[in-house]
């Protein structure tokens, strides 16, 4: 009907180790030397030991069988963080003397993204008018071990790599919150000016609000739940704050491209 469906994506701050310990138990990946990807980084499946080509393993079959083993860049130290690491496809993990640890998106298992937030809505464990991000972790925190039957159900894997400076969208420059905006590029252009007329959260004080947004964006990155015309991605930043508002948004909105005639 002409509108678009606008969510918000950011990067967290977790407590990492570059090294696994008792405490920090939860691997991410980085890019697997048998990922095949096309000239334009899509991803084409695994390239197998006889050189054939073939569909790459889901999330499930990555760490219930362990099969990345030796390809571990980080580790957090509980489960659902690494998962919403994969899905937010950057982090800064804090390390133990207080140094962040910046890591980006290198590439996927090339599987389509499940929303685990809908699989939650569906069983009844979070009520659809309650869904946030906030409330998932505290749903997880007090239901450690559903994260793996709930998390497996979403096939789509991503692997990382050092991105000081970062975090970087998908034509490798900075993304700046509330300008940054990710969207499906077999149907938009990339980089290009556009303009937003929606609602987005806001903090007021001491809670969140919902208020009416207008504002010019840049086309700067894509993200693996964004398919089709009708959704679009706000960059909301880095931390808590982010977080809280990346949670949160998700509104019907215009979104409007700038052409030279």
Same mark, same amino acid.
């Given at each position: 009907n002409g509108t678009v469906y606008f969510t918000g994506y950011y990067s967290p701050i977790f407590e990492g180790r570059k090294r696994p310990d008792a405490t920090f138990r939860y691997p991410l990946y980085r890019l697997p030397p048998d990922l095949i990807k096309d000239a334009e980084g899509q991803t084409l499946g695994r390239r197998t030991p006889d050189g054939r080509t073939a569909t790459y393993w889901t999330r499930q079959e990555i760490e219930e069988q362990r099969l990345l083993e030796v390809h571990e860049i980080a580790w957090l130290k509980d489960p659902f963080e690494a998962y919403v690491v994969t899905v937010q496809s950057s982090t800064k993990l804090r390390m133990a003397d207080g140094s962040l640890y910046e890591l980006g998106y290198a590439g996927n298992n090339g599987h389509d993204y499940a929303s685990v937030g809908q699989r939650l809505v569906d069983d009844g464990a979070i009520a659809r008018d309650q869904l946030s991000l906030q409330a998932m972790l505290a749903y997880f925190n007090s239901h450690p071990e559903q994260v793996e039957p709930y998390c497996w159900q979403n096939p789509r894997f991503v692997f990382f790599q050092e991105?000081?400076?970062?975090?970087?969208?998908?034509?490798?420059?900075?993304?700046?919150?509330?300008?940054?905006?990710?969207? &499906?590029?077999?149907?938009?252009?990339?980089?290009?000016?556009?303009?937003? /007329?929606?609602? #987005?959260?806001?903090?007021?004080?001491?809670? =969140?609000?919902?208020?009416?947004?207008?504002?010019? =964006? #840049? /086309?700067? &990155?894509?993200?693996?739940?964004?398919?089709?015309?009708?959704?679009? /991605?706000?960059?909301?930043?880095?931390?808590?704050?982010?977080?809280?508002?990346?949670?949160?948004?998700?509104?019907?909105?215009?979104?409007?491209? #700038?052409?030279?005639?």
């Open positions: 991105t000081p400076g970062g975090p970087f969208g998908s034509i490798n420059v900075p993304v700046t919150p509330f300008r940054s905006l990710a969207t &499906d590029k077999s149907v938009f252009p990339r980089a290009c000016l556009a303009f937003i /007329d929606t609602q #987005l959260p806001m903090v007021s004080g001491n809670s =969140v609000r919902t208020v009416p947004y207008a504002g010019f =964006v #840049l /086309d700067q &990155d894509t993200g693996g739940a964004i398919r089709a015309a009708g959704r679009s /991605d706000i960059y909301m930043g880095v931390g808590a704050t982010a977080e809280a508002l990346a949670g949160r948004t998700g509104a019907e909105g215009g979104l409007y491209y #700038l052409f030279v005639r």
